[in-house]
């Protein structure tokens, strides 16, 4: 057996576990919010995206342009890009709730996004070298169990002068209490920054109807910034816009931005980054 069989074997043991929480989380999601996101896409313009983000995307020119939207969960922001006239749009994610869910909205409102249910270490080699940008936002990478394997599949799907958007979490919140955890103070720094294992919860998945359902149990990665711009900048991509912000965007931690805000100590919550490919 090759050794990167054996990475894959055991990157399939985190995906899979989290695909089955995903999958249970699901319907308290749909339940809070699918019957308002039909109705808002029946407008042909509706759009989801909102500053700071989109001023980012005006300046990448993205009209025309092919994308694909990794872990795009049930295709909001991706079809808010379609609306505003993105190019071929695709979809990959690997909850099959989430992605019937998107499948099913772009299709009543005549928006001609594409979404696949895959894992995305198993993209099909048949989308290889066909986007012009690779759109990756909050919520994701803490979901990859191995960060330079995703960059690759990021490589191996975009044009050689492809571009890489990622409006995430900053990995500093990962250190502050969750909006759940009422014990702690806001700013108490409670976790490393450093940590090289992944959380195990079945807890709090329920950003969106913030009710207490429990899933199996799910892993979550936190990388830091540098495991991130290294893990691009091995890819040979150039990183050419990084903007850090102190909003959340999580929906986990708006006691540590108000907290912070109050006692003017502002925080990194959240980050753009833009890497370009190069064709040498
Ligand atoms: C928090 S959502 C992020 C999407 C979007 N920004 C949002 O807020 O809805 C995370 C998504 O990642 C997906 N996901 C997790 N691991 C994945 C994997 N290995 N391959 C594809 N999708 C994955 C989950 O199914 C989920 O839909």
Redesign the pocket.
Known sequence: MKNSDINMRS?KD??QS??MA??QI?PA?QKAARARLDEAFKNSSHSVIKSPEMDEWRKLDFKGKDIA??????G??LMSLKNMGAGHCVG????DL?IEEAQHRAMTSNNECQFVC?????ISEEYNSTFDIVY?????L????DINAFFKKVKDILKPTGAIFI?EIHPVTEMLPTDGDHEAHPLQIMEPYFKNEPYEDTAGLD??GKTDEETSTRYWFVWKISDIMMAIIDQGFNISRFVEYSHDVS?MHSRNQEASKEAGIEIPMSYILVANGSAT
Do not use: K, Q
């Not at 939207?69 to 049930?74: A, E, F, S, V």
């Not at 990756?136 to 994701?140: H, N, R």
């Not at 803490?142 to 169990?145: D, E, K, L, R």
């Open positions: 990157i985190y995906t989290n695909r995903w999958n699901m999601h939207h990794l872990c795009c969960n049930n909001i922001e990959f994610d690997i909850c989430a895959t894992d995305v270490f198993d990756i936002t909050i919520g994701a803490g979901w990859m169990p409006y950003y969106v929906e």
